[in-house]
């Protein structure tokens, strides 16, 4: 009897979830202390002509912190990427560009800007908190015999966000993100995501993020390969001073 009242109370909950208590389900589901990576990034323009980057990936306290350098292409080989989420100030990104020997700043004026020439933007970079979001439960769903919540996110007016909303599709069972698309100021859509992930080391893990620029016809496709977690990562690690230091993975 025990058991029933506890299954019918845990069915209840599921329910009963707001947009407000999905997202904190979604920021608090179980992940690795770090993650360590190497990405393929792969552009491809409306003509079907396609670009891929390289670089080695290192992040830590739900992807909060995050440091990238470049491998390919040669041209790029030695750019570094630094990101630290701050929760009541500006995230702090900063770009080394070794061929002017100069690390740049990118403001929040500029967090709309494509990262690296992908669909990506520096704001689609960082995680989306509570603080800064209103989010609104829109329905339920079910694809492929699985169930999901269909979340609305929008930005509070004092984010300066370059969106106006993200609708996303969230696995009832593990709560991470199937797809979602994200709408531009004027309310159109502007990009469409997916998300696949494998199980690793007890932990979801996503290894391939295809972002679609629909308005530019432009995609964007992200393979993580040779992936480790939990691997104590210094906090030293993530400085501008780390930029410089090319490592080996």
Request: proline share 2%; no cysteine.
């Amino acid at each position: 009897m025990r058991i029933y009242f506890r299954l019918l109370l845990m069915v209840s909950l599921i329910f009963s979830q707001n947009g407000l208590d999905i997202s904190e389900m979604i920021q608090n589901r179980k992940v690795p202390k770090d993650v360590s990576n190497i990405i393929n990034m792969t552009l491809i323009n409306s003509k079907g002509k396609k670009r891929t980057n390289k670089m080695i990936s290192k992040s830590k306290d739900r992807n909060k912190k995050q440091i990238m350098w470049f491998l390919e292409p040669k041209g790029d080989k030695g750019v570094a990427f630094l990101k630290i989420e701050k929760q009541d100030k500006d995230d702090q990104m900063k770009m080394w560009l070794p061929a002017f020997k100069k690390v740049r700043r990118i403001s929040s004026k500029k967090k709309g800007d494509s990262f690296m020439g992908s669909d990506l933007s520096y704001e689609d970079l960082s995680n989306r908190d509570v603080k800064n979001n209103n989010f609104i439960k829109l329905f339920d769903e079910i694809i492929d015999d699985k169930e999901y919540f269909v979340l609305e996110t929008k930005p509070k007016k004092e984010l300066n966000s370059f969106y106006s909303k993200h609708i996303s599709w969230v696995d009832k069972d593990n709560m991470t993100i199937l797809k979602e698309e994200s709408y531009d100021k004027k309310g159109e859509l502007k990009k469409k995501k997916s998300f696949k992930y494998e199980y690793i080391n007890s932990y979801f893990i996503a290894t391939s993020i295809t972002v679609e620029d629909v308005q530019k016809e432009h995609i964007t496709k992200v393979f993580m390969s040779d992936i480790s977690v939990d691997n104590d990562l210094p906090e030293s690690l993530f400085h501008e001073r780390s930029l410089r230091r090319f490592p080996t993975y």
